[in-house]
């Protein structure tokens, strides 16, 4: 066999990338990036499902990633030159949130294409239409059109529709004008141009709950592909097979410092929302965020902190301190998250003092709680939920630690928490101010985001101290369900 020189060597690995460029989009969006392009775990997901739709499938996908992972790059800035290539009779509409942005992605396509597309497919640009927003194929019907949301595109039909961040920034997301305008370009004009067998791909940093993905999940018919890629992984099923708390793309530098220092300088209203694709109500569900009251621990940090008449001073006596305790994890599982919490009543008051909230097998669940009781000896009564491996917890503990009560989980989660969220709404209850304890944020994100968020169990472990301090001979939940008619 004759031995290749380098540059034969070099034209043969060429050939194979454009014919493999030719078949596989993955392979494509490397091509056509001259090598400034690096796949990552989930840009080859993506690339997976993308390549159904090149390859004819009528897919309806919904891309959910934070920010800085490569979305557009991947998906608007490439698919489509790559789609047309193999479907030169088809046409793609990209719709952006500004004008701007949507030529950029038309030029970008427009200019693969140009350079591309007869190498690869043996199609060629019009002559005659090749503006950046609106170019087509020589000789076919296809082409594609790139405007901004609200612009005209009367007359133009799409095969495939590309919609990448129709909302510009936190203030666009949180106005209900600009949310309620998208929707109606949705209803009234996107929606109305996808030809019989079309394809959507809705691609988005998610900022609200009610943002375009939010109301196209609860209001339209199509069946969605959800490709939602959280900064840190979560779920037990996530799309990549991650391990919880496992980083996205650490790669880039996205690693588990990153997310900690990121979360702590966005807060964890931000952080839930854009890098773990996890809107929550602005105002609540059951819990409303207006509710919640805080405390300090004296005048001058009040002062100190310039804090509204709102805050108020912690009581130096208090009716009764308890310790309550969500130990609801599996099993099998050793890394799932374990919530105790410390209150006080003073009166009709409620005060929140601490909280441990680790992953933590059943070993350090029992050290927790040891540890917890040495550091509040007056809360003497330790409520402990009666089922999964609490109740192991419970019987391991109760001949060593005085005050271990069980509590019968009664009722549902949701059902447990209207019980107690009048004592929110009242004004009754009380959290340290994040001034003084920052993890407080992360309890009222998940308590506006309950029952929807991705965790519950500091609402749990909330609910069951709240109910059980309740002074009345009839608990809050006993109550909420006699009204209620369960």
């Given amino acids: 066999m004759p031995i290749l020189s380098d540059e034969e060597m070099n034209a043969l690995a060429y050939e194979a990338e454009k014919e493999l460029s030719r078949h596989f989009y993955r392979d494509y969006v490397q091509f056509v990036h001259h090598g400034n392009y690096v796949h990552y775990r989930h840009t080859e997901l993506i690339c997976d499902v993308l390549q159904r739709v090149a390859d004819g499938e009528q897919l309806s996908i919904l891309i959910e990633m934070p920010p800085r992972h490569g979305k557009s790059m991947t998906v608007t800035e490439s698919f489509p030159s790559f789609y047309l290539g193999k479907n030169p009779n088809k046409r793609v509409i990209a719709a952006a949130y500004s004008d701007g942005l949507a030529k950029k992605f038309g030029r970008l396509n427009r200019n693969k294409f140009n350079e591309f597309a007869y190498e690869l497919f043996g199609e060629q640009m019009s002559d005659s239409n090749s503006a950046?927003?609106?170019?087509?194929?020589?000789?076919?019907?296809?082409?594609?059109?790139?405007?901004?949301?609200?612009?005209?595109?009367?007359?133009?039909?799409?095969?495939?529709?590309?919609?990448?961040?129709?909302?510009?920034?936190?203030?666009?997301?949180?106005?209900?004008t600009m949310r309620d305008f998208v929707w109606d370009e949705w209803e009234a004009t996107l929606s109305t141009r996808l030809h019989d067998g079309a394809s959507v791909i809705a691609i988005m940093t998610r900022w609200h709950e009610d943002d375009l993905i939010g109301r196209l999940l609860t209001r339209s018919p199509r069946k969605w592909i959800r490709l939602r890629l959280p900064a840190i992984a979560e779920d037990e099923n996530d799309l990549l097979g991650r391990e919880i708390d496992e980083p996205l793309c650490p790669e880039l530098g996205f690693d588990e410092k990153w997310a900690e220092e990121k979360k702590a300088e966005v807060g964890s209203r931000t952080w839930a929302s854009l890098y773990q694709q996890r809107p929550a109500p602005a105002g609540g569900n059951i819990f409303k965020r207006e509710w919640i009251r805080y405390y300090v621990r004296s005048e001058e940090q009040k002062r100190q902190w310039g804090l509204s008449d709102n805050v108020i001073v912690l009581p130096i006596h208090f009716d009764k301190e308890v310790q309550s305790w969500d130990c609801t994890f599996k099993a099998t599982d050793t890394s799932d998250f374990v919530a105790g919490q410390v209150w006080a009543r003073k009166t009709a008051q409620?005060?929140?003092?601490?909280?441990?909230?680790?992953?933590?097998?059943?070993?350090?669940?029992?050290?927790?709680?040891?540890?917890?009781?040495?550091?509040?000896?007056?809360?003497?009564?330790?409520?402990?939920?009666?089922?999964?491996?609490?109740?192991?917890?419970?019987?391991?503990?109760?001949?060593?630690?005085?005050?271990?009560?069980?509590?019968?989980?009664?009722?549902?989660?949701?059902?447990?928490?209207?019980?107690?969220?009048?004592?929110?709404?009242?004004?009754?209850?009380?959290?340290?101010h994040p001034n003084m304890c920052p993890w407080v944020n992360d309890v009222i994100e998940e308590m506006v985001s309950f029952p929807n968020g991705a965790h519950d169990d500091m609402v749990d472990a909330l609910t069951q101290a709240l109910n059980q301090l309740y002074t009345n001979n009839t608990n809050l939940l006993d109550r909420y369900k006699k009204q209620a008619g369960f």
């Fill in 132 to 176: 950046v927003k609106d170019w087509s194929i020589e000789g076919k019907a296809g082409g594609m059109i790139a405007t901004g949301i609200g612009g005209s595109i009367t007359g133009h039909g799409a095969d495939l529709m590309i919609i990448d961040d129709p909302i510009k920034n936190l203030k666009e997301a949180m106005s209900q």
């Fill in 350 to 432: 409620y005060f929140l003092f601490d909280q441990h909230h680790a992953r933590m097998g059943f070993t350090d669940t029992l050290k927790a709680v040891e540890a917890m009781t040495d550091k509040w000896p007056k809360a003497r009564s330790k409520y402990i939920e009666d089922k999964a491996n609490g109740s192991a917890v419970i019987e391991m503990l109760q001949n060593k630690i005085p005050g271990i009560i069980p509590v019968d989980p009664d009722g549902g989660k949701e059902v447990r928490a209207h019980a107690v969220s009048p004592l929110f709404e009242a004004g009754n209850v009380y959290f340290p």
